[in-house]
């Protein structure tokens, strides 16, 4: 890690001179900038005032900054600010901007400590910056591709627990809470438990664990109180972020210390035992020199899921007197009775027969929920620290080193459902920015904590024995009560139904229950174990280290723009042999690096915006990708209120370091990465029965049609075509509306199936030879493997995205949107899945609004019910919705802002992932305590 810091600031000090440049930032101007003259007195003084409305309204929270400089400040409560400024070289420009107020500038020739100044309402109200779609700053109206974004105010508005879960409310973006504090982001379909395919950011710092290349939510991420702004990509963004930005970008824009000063706190308690409380303090201890800590801590009881129906993969269904495999229930093996197989117990050890009635029926153990599975500690956590120092080596040239530490208990869900306990990262930034470029350094930790997995944990303690010592399971003797009682039963002259219930009754008395001790010792036991054979502890602790650097250059006088950059990333990936294949010891070592390009120009007075944009990324296990994006905006009306786009890009995802590297021995099967030479093997209906099998092997032409192939893996790609308008339909009624066709390619997909180790098809005598043991004789070559391949079926998609807003005045505001996401089926075979997981059709439509210091907003989101494809399970979420409010009271003289909020106010259906829990309703009261 220190050599990765030394070399990177080695490469900034070697850049100096490139990035020091003297070009101002892009600020836009007011058509009536005002300019006002005073006597300079001194080489330096303070420069003090006020803004507010073109009412006499302050204005809180107004950023003010000399033009082309990092030097800025933000007003308090009271709409009043200062900050010192130079006067040696001349005049120098403020900068006054509010979200939905247009930005006005004012030149000063001397210091001044009484500038009031007077903000209009824009002629769009959507006069706001972003950074993220071009990766430099240009105005949202002319963004080349669909994005959002949030101010402080709105995410301050919001009422989940978790931010990214109330991203919900925003028009394309599908939203899947595993728990209360684990969510994930996707836009334009392919949903899942977990965010892979759009990237998240803290100014651009990857918040993903480098081990498992998902981001966990907002539960490693930063405090709501110290993001100025969120910013969301919609669709592919390869071409200028590189791999993994198939879907999106979601852009989490911190507050600058020099900036936003002071001390800033917030409380909130509520239902479910929540408690909640953030803490930020920024200060400038010199003109040169600022810094900020934030901290956060939060608790409350976690929701658990609770769906007791039967699983898609299940024998028998729901209430079936032979039992059956339900989603939320953990460790229901199932054992198919057959002549082939004796049945045992302490009191007959293997010389049991199964009843031939029973020939060919499947009994399931009763399994274990998840409430019992936790022990009752159903307590969500998320704990976060975060020091940053900045310095300004001159006006626009900034240095910024920070640490981060975060970590959180929640349940994830992928290919089970995970209880993740101290689940966390470390983080270190160091970088150098300027008006026109940056170099940036980063690398992270992560670390698993205590975490461990639902099915396994069940499954070992069913396999468990009777008594220490013993060598009967638990799962032995409840198979050989279930066939002894049926037995029993008939002789007494039961029918088979009643028999089998009556089979089903004794039997699952002999399950370990949950008040039993000895279940608390074996718990205990497995969930310390990272034994993936005998423990259900998950373990890795991995790093990441990132070096990136850009550069922006104005090209003559005709509004071309060029931004060239480039990024190495290296990857290191440790778990003792436990989840990945390091069972040397020794890190494995992964890398890919890439370089880009963008070319803007503009015509026509400006009002036409042609944009060019490409990224080449080589890979140490892949091929290269090219991600190229060609874009126009053009800007029509007398103040370029209407705004047209269209753009074509191709984007990528590579596959994450599990899905390269896996190497987990779980005894019954080896789960296995896929980046070798590939895999052949046989698929698992060849081990339907012992007659399959044998006649299928004494057949050649018969057993090459159970042959399977796993290619190795390669990139998922997608190539998306746009359109789209953003503007003012007619005074104070906005839109966003856009269309995208996109066709998917590469999707990585897993497969389990019987193959040898080293990846050659078994021979018919390894066949033989593993079918006793069901190939779980982890000395042996032929094993059950899983793997992940790559589709070969192209799957298309398109879909609209429109949303409205109405600004009827300051008090009151109206806003609503639609997305419709549809999956073309026509090319794709029968029972093939997609994993699309997205609803046809969804919309939010609400109010929000501040009446002098009253502030409110109330969302209400209908999704309509759809199948949904995940690891864990397969099967239909419902239609759902949720209302959310807020109401935020400030008092000026205290700086005390007094807060309620509520979500999923009317408690309606609202489980968002299938095998994942309700999330129900949740109110809080709490302040907020600004001091500048």
Known sequence: MTSLYSSSLLAAAALLPQLAFTTPLPVPAHPAAATRLTTPDAAEKTLAGKVLTDKGEALPGATVFIKGTFVGTSTDQQGNFQLNATFENGPVTLVFSYVGFDTREIRLQAPDQAINVGLSPSATLLNET??????????????????????????????????????????????????????????????????????????????????????????????????????????????????????????????????????SMRLRAGQRDLLDGQLRYAQKITDKL????????????????????ATQSSVNPAGSSLGYNAVNRYGEGGYTFSPFQKLSDDTAPNNTNANPELYG?????????????????????????????????????????DVKHAEGTATY???????????????????????????????????????????????????????????????????????????KARQAGMTPDAALTAAQTAASATQLAPSDPRFSTLRERIIQDKNPSTGAQQYFNSYLHDLSAQRQFMLGQGGTNLVVGGAYRQYRLG????????????????????????????????????????????????????????????????????????????????????????????????????????????????????????????????????????APLQLEQVKTAEIGYKGALIANLYADVSYYRSRYDGFIGAQLFVGNTDGSRPTTAQLAAGYPTAYSNQSQPTRVLYTYVNSTQEVKTQGVTAGLAYYFRRAFNLTGNYSLNVLDKSNLPAGFQ?????????????????????????????????????????????????????????????????????????????????????IGRLGYLGLRFDLQ
């Open 290 to 309: 600022a810094f900020k800590v934030n901290a956060s801590a939060f608790r409350a009881n976690d929701w658990l899921a609770q769906n007791y129906g």
């Open 834 to 918: 997609t994993f699309f997981n997205t609803p046809k059709h969804k919309y939010n439509v609400g109010a929000n609004g501040q009446a002098g210091n009253l502030s409110y907003s109330v969302n209400y989101r209908w999704v309509q019910g759809h199948l949904q494809e995940m690891p864990f399970a397969v099967g239909t979420i419902q239609d759902y919705s949720t209302t959310d409010a807020y109401l935020g009271y400030l008092v000026p003289k205290l700086g005390t802002t007094f807060q309620a909020g509520i979500s999923n106010a009317f408690n309606a259906n609202n489980n968002q992932v299938f095998g994942g829990p309700q």
């Open 130 to 263: 972003i950074i993220s779609a071009s990766r430099i700053e240009e105005s949202i109206l002319r963004a080349p591709v669909t994005v959002d974004k949030l101010s402080t105010r709105q995410i301050e508005r919001i009422t989940t627990p978790e931010v990214l879960s109330g991203l919900g409310q925003l028009k394309g973006i599908d939203v899947s809470s595993a728990s209360m504090l684990f969510t994930s982001v996707s836009t334009r379909g392919f949903n899942t438990a977990k965010s892979e395919r759009v990237i998240q950011l803290v100014d651009y710092m990857d918040t993903q664990l480098p081990s498992l290349n998902l981001s966990p939510g907002n539960l490693v991420g930063i405090p709501e109180l110290d993001m100025e702004s969120i910013e969301i990509i919609h669709g592919p963004a390869s071409a200028l972020y590189g791999a993994n930005a198939l879907s999106g970008v979601i852009l989490f824009n911190s507050k600058d210390p020099f900036v936003y000063e002071g001390l």
């Open 361 to 401: 029926k499947t009994a399931y153990l009763p399994g274990f929920t998840e409430q019992q599975l936790i022990a009752n500690d159903n307590r969500t956590s998320s704990y976060r620290l975060q020091g940053m120092v900045s310095y300004l080596l001159r006006d626009d040239l900034k240095l910024t080193v």
């Open 413 to 487: 869900q992928n290919l089970s459902r995970f209880r993740v306990k101290g689940l966390g990262s470390n983080q270190y930034r160091a970088e150098l920015k300027s008006s026109k470029g940056f170099v940036r350094a980063y690398s992270t930790e992560d670390f698993s904590g205590k975490s461990y997995e639902f099915n396994q944990l069940g499954t070992l303690i069913q396999q468990a024995p009777t008594a220490e010592g013993g060598f009967r399971s638990y799962q032995d003797r409840f198979y050989f009560t279930y066939n002894d009682a049926y037995g």
């Open 575 to 710: 778990s003792d042999g436990l989840l990945f294949s390091d069972q040397d010891g020794k890190r494995i070592v992964n890398y890919e690096y890439g370089a880009y390009g963008q070319l803007t120009q503009t015509v026509f007075e400006e009002r036409l915006k042609l944009a060019l944009a490409g990224r080449i990324d080589e890979f140490k296990n892949f091929k290269p990708a090219f991600s190229p994006r060609a874009s126009a905006v053009y800007s029509a009306g007398e103040n370029k209120q209407h705004n047209f786009r269209a753009s074509y890009g191709r984007a990528f995802r590579s596959p994450s370091q599990l899905e390269q590297y896996l190497y987990s021995d779980i005894r019954s099967g080896l789960l296995l990465g896929n980046i070798g030479n590939g895999f052949q093997g046989y698929n698992t209906t060849l081990f339907a029965s012992p007659q399959t099998l044998g006649a299928a092997s004494a057949d050649p032409a018969r057993l090459k049609t159970y042959e399977y192939n796993a």
